[in-house]
């Protein structure tokens, strides 16, 4: 079992950056690759970000490729997305995920945290 709080949303303005924590409880983490989703309103929630268990590989969505970047230090139990040249478009609730293999689906992650808002002001 693992439990994933994420923090440092906020409101920021265009250009600006934000650094995503999330906060794995339980012994396990390390085992687990990760992810990062986002859900906008109305929209349906959407892959971002992935690293595997080692952080050797890392993947992210077209859309936020050269401006956003994932790290993880198991040895915190922490995954980080770092968020550079914000733009409105990135708007949105922000999830961590867990999963035991490496996906960008969304239904392959056996857990999630509770989310953090990110704001981006034009």
């Known amino acids: 079992q693992v439990q994933l709080v994420e923090s440092g949303g906020g409101l920021v303005q265009a250009g600006g950056s934000l650094r995503l924590s999330c906060v794995a409880s339980g012994r396990t983490f390390s085992r687990y690759n990760m992810g990062w989703f986002r859900q906008a309103p109305g929209k349906e929630r959407a892959f971002v970000a992935a690293?595997?268990?080692?952080?050797?590989?890392?993947d992210y969505a077209d859309s936020v490729k050269g401006r956003f970047t994932i790290s993880r230090d198991n040895a915190k139990n922490a995954v980080y997305l770092r968020m550079n040249s914000l733009k409105p478009e990135d708007t949105a609730v922000y999830y961590c995920?867990?999963?035991?293999?490496?996906?960008?689906?969304?239904?392959?992650?056996?857990?999630w945290g509770q989310g953090t808002q990110v704001t981006v002001s034009s």
């Open positions: 995920a867990a999963s035991e293999g490496y996906t960008y689906r969304s239904d392959s992650y056996d857990y």
């Open positions: 690293i595997t268990w080692s952080g050797v590989r890392r």
